[in-house]
Structures are given as C-alpha cells and as structure tokens.
RNA sequence: GCCCCCAUAGCUCAGCCGGAUAGAGCACAGGAUUCCUAAUCCUGGGGUCGCAGGUUCGAAUCCUGCUGGGGGCACCA
C-alpha cells in the first residue's frame, strides 16, 4: 500500500536513518535510554521514537532527551514524574558511560557523560577509519556538471559540478562505490545548426586558438541569423538528420566538436580537482531511444495524445496528479525526457545501484518528478534523488549569453587565485617565518580554489545565489581559509610538540580542565552524525557548517588551553583533541574538495 | 489559470521530519599578544522568525488562508 501523498508533492528525500547507523555515542546513549524506559514502565504499548541530542551551549548537560515529555499522553502521567522513573532506571544500569542524569525544564532528561565514558567513546573515535561515521554498502550513480558541448563552462555550472563532487566523495568516504557520472550534451539539435554554421562561417584560425570560443561564437551567429531567415532552420535540419543516419563527414565534425569541447572541459575539472568516473553523453543513448518508446507504448505506459506520445499520471478516480511527460515528438525525434528514461534504466542495468543523484538546478524540479514517477512505472525501484539547488545570479539580475553578462568558469577560477595569491604575498611581507615562493604558489590555488567552493558549499543548496566577487572570494569570516588556517594551526602544534620530544598522541588518557575542551571533545564525536547526514539529504552544506564549528571550538580551546606548555597527562590530552580535530578537518574539508595545508 | 520553492538581526545566511533562552559571518563600538601563527580570541548593541488563524504540554519548525519574491507547466535541454 503506496502511502497517499498529496498532489504534486516528491518523494521524501530524507527516509528514516536505521538505529544501526547511528554514530557510536549516539547508539548508546539512545539504547540505554529505551533501555530505561522499558525497564521504567514495562507495560508501555509502544515505544516513543527516541532521540538523544546534544544540549545546546548554556545548558550544564552534554546530551538530553525530550523522550519523558513524549511518553505523558500515552502513560496520562506528568512528564517531570515519568522522567523521574527513567532517570532511575538510567542511573542504575549506566554508571559506565553516563555520570549524571537530571530532569530540568518541564521534563527533559540531561545526561552528562563520565570521565570513563568520555574515554571510551574517544578512543572509539581515534580507532575508527572514518571517524565514526557509518560504513554504507551498494553503489551509487551521481549524475553531475553536464555541461553541453561547444559552450564554454561558466559560473553557472559550479554549483552543479562542486556540489556533485563533494557528494562524490561522500559518498565514497561512507563506503559506497560511487559512479560520478557526466552526462553531457552532445546531442541533439545543436549540432544541425553548428555543423551548418561550421560550414558557412567558420574562422579556422580562430578554432584552433580557442575551439570553444569559436564554437560558442558559430553557435550564435546561427541563431542570430536563422532569425531572419528560417530556411536557415531546415537547413541545420538536414544536417542533423545526415548526423543521425550516421554521414561520415558530419559524423567526423560532430566527434571534434565533442573531443575539442572535452578538452577545455578538462582544463576545469583538473584545476577544481573534480574527477569523473564515466562521460556518458546524450549520445551514448541515442540508439536506445526507439527501442524504449516502443517498449513503453507496449506495455501502456505512453500513449499518444496531439500527435505525441506521452506518459500520464492519474489517480484511481483518473485525476491527473502531474503534467504529462513527452517522450517523443509528432515528428518521431526524441526528447530529453527520452534520454533520461534511457540512461536510467541503462545505469539500473549496468550498476544495480541502490540510488542516482541527479544534481542540477531548480527548474528541472518538475522534470525529475516526471521521470521518477515514469521510471516506478517501468518497475525500477531504486531511490532516485533530485538534488536542486538555486540560481546564480548577478545583483543586476540574471546571466544571459545575450546580455553578454556571462562570466566563464576559468575567468573566476584566475581571480581567486589571484586574490588569495595577493593576500598571502601581503601576509608574508610582515612575516617572520616567511613563506617560499613554493608555498606561495601550492598555497595560492589551494586558498583562491577553497574560497570559491566554500562560498557554494556553505550555503543551504535550495537557495539561490547572488554572484559577487567579493564576497565570493572573502578571506575572513565563515571561509574555507578560516578552516585552513585551523588547519595549519594544528599542524604547528604537532611540528612542535614533535620537535619538543612529546609522545605522539593517541587519544589516551582524556583529561579535561577547562569546558573549552569539552565542548571540542563532545563536537568531534559528532563528525560522523554530520557526514552521514549530508549524505543523506544531499546537502554538501551539513558538512560545512560542522567543520565551521569545529574549527571555532578549536580556536576557543587554542586560546583557552596551553598545549606546549602543559605537562604529563593534560599535555597528552591536548595533543589527542589537537590531533582528533586535525584529523576531522583533514578528511571533512577533503569532502568538499578543499585541500588543508600544513603551514600558510 | 494551475503546481512547486522561498520569506529569520542593517546586509548575507544557519537553524525547519516540533523541544528549554532563535544562532553565525559581515558591518559598527571596544578589548586581548612576557605564552603553541592576531587569517585568532573575547565583550557589546542590535529580532513582532512576512501577516492572520489552527494543531500541540510545547511552533521559526507542522496545517490552512493571505501578502510579497523566485521557478515551472506539450513537442528546448
């Protein structure tokens, strides 16, 4: 029985996370606690869903629990004296991991973890190879960038390509075998016209400067020109269709058109660091495509309506609960939806996997509604995950290749490097330990690259961007340089303590004095919540915002808690927190393709 | 016309499958370095969480309506 969902509404992104995936603290706590409260009220019918959380800053308990307030409808007893018989039975059977436990407010349950505990969860978190995160299985298809040939990159496509490579490495990091695949225009109707526009107007010297400038420029002059004459149009028609029934001239053009715009792609995604695990373009399915309608003609699922053949969603009363999805033309071309049907069941067959992220903006939210109704139609049952994101806009308004307001990727790609480049020469001017001109120019990209992805991976991805260099390329405040900066700092503390002959630190003993440590301690035990989270509701941004936190708690406990100058047991603590979170930046700005120095 | 998304501090945003006193950054005012990198830290002012109802022990969070902004809706991708 399919649950009823109201009209038009997607699929939840968000299913309920199995207990067994919860990060270790997480999973104790919350097991002790049902615990207790089925030794609390054993004739409780049904268990509340229980969910420990960690206590915001001003309150004295690390984690608390709202699960007694919950239980006063079911049990028709005040919350206050509910949480009293829970805290019973929690203290009784957890003295090893949980010091206390206090009702506060009007019924949470505050549980403050022992010294004992503490170390064990710790050491738990130093053994573990992802930091606590859980270990995910099955493979995962992530469908991102998708840029079109014969265009050039531009700042349009970042959201898209950074988001989708940090979900790339995600997901990789939690286990999955993860397919980032680039599915690029590379067909269709643009090729008619640019093939008939290479023909006519060509500048070869221009082409084999920048091919793709030269492309976009043919690109343009064809539309401008097949304004004013549309025999134009049949004629790019033609040369289409010789493409399709595979002339080899036009079909040799068409290959160096792809190959040419590949390269410049390239460029990009070598100096972004983005990696691609297949280039499947439209193309690749375009022999697919009759075989496909067919097949869903046959079996009912489109049918043919004003001379097109479409897919239709209706109710059991025969409402229809979404647009109509065309999946082939009056005159028989296929359609984008076509392609997209195609590859889906292309990757359901060759992969198997347990679920495809599409990553693409907003306005293709309709869209995937459509392909992912069509596709449970067909019977594939995999999760499929639209993650959209906003525009990128300019404060003035929208980019448009007409308005010539159009700023190309590698343009923004230079600019911060040079900012960041300018900055750090600057810095090093009034340095004593003064940088290299090699460190400058590893540091250079590293920060100017960082502070463009940052700027798109910290925000809530649902919302859209308004495009500024400054405040793109910022080098203070809530910025990947402060992450990388926190970064470095750990670094010098381990150079040093190293040189100063102190052991290295393996998370025991755990000796904190000061709440600065705690509060830090407490906070890299969450590193695995935060990643698996992301994950799960395809937001890069999750991580973000814990590296963020991390690194502001580190900062307090750096200003608060001498590490070199502490001794013996203290010393060694610090150095396990310094370590811990240098590890947890390392690998946290890892997944969002930031790279964390040493030393800057 | 129908559908979807958004509205939180002067600005940019976080928090949103309900949980205590709504948080950051920027900007503004002030302070901290005999001590591990001051790209840091601390303090301060700043809020009818768009408006009006509703559900609930509890609403920025869920529901309904309204206002304003953005996006989409048959042969583009």
Known sequence: MIPARRRGTPPPLRPEAPMSILPPVYARLTDHVAAAVRAAFPDLEAMPDVQVVRSKPDFPSDYQTAVAMQLAKPLRRAPRQIAEGIAEALRARTADLIATVDITGPG????????????????????????????????????????????????????????????????TFLGHTVVGDNHIGDWGTQFGQLIYAWNHWRDDDAYAADPVAELERLYVKFHQASALDDALNDAARAELAKLQAGDPTNRALWAKFRDDSQHAFDEVYDRLGVRFDETLGESFYHEMLAPLVDDLTAR????????????????????????????????GAFLYATTDLATIRYRKERWDPVRVIYVTDLRQRLHFQQLFATA??????????????????????????????????KTLLDEGEARARAVLEA??????????????????????????????????????????????LALNGDTAVYLQYT???????????????????????????????????????????????????????????????????????????????????????RLSLNALTQRALTAGLDLLGIEAPMRM
């Not at 639209?386 to 010539?404: D, I, N, Y």
């Not at 590193?527 to 994950?535: D, I, L, T």
Request: charged share 25%; hydrophobic share 40%; net charge negative.
């Open 108 to 171: 949470f349950l505050a549980l403050t973890l022992s010294d004992a505990g503490l170390a064990d969860v710790l050491a738990e978190q130093v053994a573990s190879p992802r930091l606590g995160a859980p270990t995910l299985e099955g493979t995962v298809v992530i469908d991102f960038s998708s840029p079109n040939v014969a265009k050039q990159m531009h700042v349009g496509h970042l959201r898209s390509t950074i988001i989708g490579d940090a979900l790339r490495r995600i997901g």
């Open 300 to 331: 009912g699922l489109a049918e043919r309506s004003e001379g097109a053949m479409c897919v239709f969603f209706r109710d059991e009363n025969g409402e229809e609960t979404l647009p109509p999805f065309l999946v082939q033309k009056k005159d």
């Open 376 to 409: 449970a139609k067909m019977g594939i049952d995999t999760r499929l995950d639209h993650v959209w994101f906003g525009l990128m806009k300019l404060p003035e308004g929208s980019f448009s290749t007409r308005k010539g307001n159009v700023i190309a990727l």
């Open 427 to 472: 810095r090093n001017a009034e340095q004593d330990d003064a940088l290299s001109a090699e460190e400058i120019d590893a540091l250079a990209p590293m920060i100017g690259l960082g502070a463009i992805k940052y700027a798109d991976l910290s925000n809530h991805p649902q919302t859209d961007v308004v495009f500024e260099f400054d405040k793109m």
């Open 487 to 573: 970064s470095a700092r750990t670094h010098a503390v381990q150079r040093k303590a190293e040189a100063a002959g102190a052991p290295t630190p393996d998370g025991h003993p755990v000796h904190l004095e000061a709440p600065e440590e705690r509060d830090l301690l407490l906070h890299l035990l969450d590193f695995g919540a935060a990643v698996h989270g992301a994950w799960e509701n395809g937001r890069p941004s999750d991580v973000a915002h814990y590296l963020y936190q991390l690194a502001t708690r580190y900062h307090r406990f750096y200003a608060k808690c001498p590490i070199l100058k502490a001794e013996g047991a203290l010393q060694a603590s």
